[in-house]
């Protein structure tokens, strides 16, 4: 296992990270087999686990603190806050008044007094950067959190809340949580130029593009989803979109093939390849999953084929770029861009 610096902080973090999305409801994994998932991650040489409260309503926080025990020192452990956690209108967005909140429920299901990194879901265009920004500062300050950082933000945001934290004497976000992969490579046109000039860590989410890189979607293969409407839409072969997926990853796994690899090595070492990104977030459901995603630990591709991937999918492409959940709120709610 690679460890890399995560941003500033001095903290070395494996450049292949567990991410706990699926633990709990979503993905239908029970306790024991979380149990059995972080055990093998963390012998592996896995040291970040990754989270959020909106996980299964907490569900994924309450398993991965019964689940790491007397290994929590042992780990960077990161969870977020922000999105809606209830129908209250006021538990959710990145207020102070949330904040403080979110935090001490995280940290009562996690089990533990503080976590590594504590991150901001999405931006919150409810909520001015000073206010969350002096919130996370003074929640560091208390020993509650280690460092902060944001998910999912649009680049010029990330550059707004480096300026507000300079021009308040503020904290500042340590990291960025971007989704990337072979099919989603928008942000090497914004974000990650502005991470690396702000020395931002970069942990990246669906490195295997929801399932579409885990080399069971191939075509004329039948495509398993879940029963949610949202999920199956992901997949349905008449969004013209999903064409354009399907037919990269035809390719890019004959390409896999002929460099000797699978197509979720390709995947993961293609992420890592990138000279802005600290790790990839992996999200296995299962151990058999965890297993093929850690087989791409210390794969190192070729110029020759990340050129080949080139050919496939264009530097700063997004092939589905509503996927990436990172457009400004106005573009998707009318009222919010009307008065």
């Known amino acids: 296992m690679e460890y890399r610096t995560l941003g500033r902080t001095g903290v070395q973090v494996s450049t292949l990270a567990l991410g706990a999305m699926n633990f709990g409801q979503i993905g239908r994994t029970e306790q024991k087999d979380i ?9 592996a040489g896995v040291n970040l686990i990754d989270t959020a409260d909106v996980y299964s309503g907490g569900e994924s926080e309450t398993m991965i603190g019964k689940a790491l025990g007397a290994r929590r020192d042992d780990v960077v452990l990161a969870t977020k806050a ?28 996690l089990r533990t007094d503080h976590v ?29 959190i280690r460092a902060f950082g944001s998910s999912t933000f649009p680049a010029y ?3 707004e809340a480096q300026w507000t934290s300079r021009e308040r004497g503020l904290g500042r976000y340590s990291t960025e949580q971007p989704n990337y992969s072979l099919l989603q490579r928008g942000i090497e046109g914004d974000v990650l130029p502005v991470t690396g000039d702000y020395g931002l860590g970069v942990l990246v989410w ?10 069971a979607v191939r075509d004329g293969r039948e495509i398993a989803t879940s029963r949610s409407a949202f999920m199956q839409s992901r997949f349905d072969l008449t969004v013209p979109e999903n064409r354009a997926k ?9 390409l896999a093939e002929e460099a000797g ?15 802005s990104v600290t790790a990839a977030l992996i999200g296995p459901r299962t151990l058999d999953h965890l297993e093929s995603q850690l087989d791409a630990a210390d794969v190192v591709l070729s110029t020759e084929v990340l050129d080949a991937v080139d050919e496939i999918v264009p530097p700063g492409v997004d092939l589905a ?3 990436k959940n990172a457009a400004p709120p106005a573009l998707n709610d009318p009222r919010l861009r009307r008065r």
């Open 321 to 323: 770029p509503a996927e």
């Open 206 to 215: 669906s490195p295997l593009a929801s399932g579409w890189l885990s080399g």
């Open 116 to 144: 590594d990194l504590y991150q901001i879901h999405r931006w919150d265009p409810a909520t001015s950067d000073e206010e969350t920004l002096s919130a996370l500062t003074d929640l560091q300050r208390a020993g509650k």
């Open 82 to 109: 922000g999105l809606p956690m209830g129908e209250e209108r006021n538990h959710r967005g990145s207020s102070r008044r949330w904040l403080v909140k979110a935090l001490d429920e995280s940290l009562r299901r």
């Open 261 to 275: 690899l699978t197509l979720i090595q390709l995947a993961l070492g293609f992420v890592t390849a990138h000279r």
């Open 157 to 159: 945001r990330i550059v």
């Open 35 to 43: 149990e059995s998932i972080v055990g093998s991650a963390l012998d």
């Open 246 to 254: 399907l037919e990269a990853v035809e390719r890019l796994a004959a």
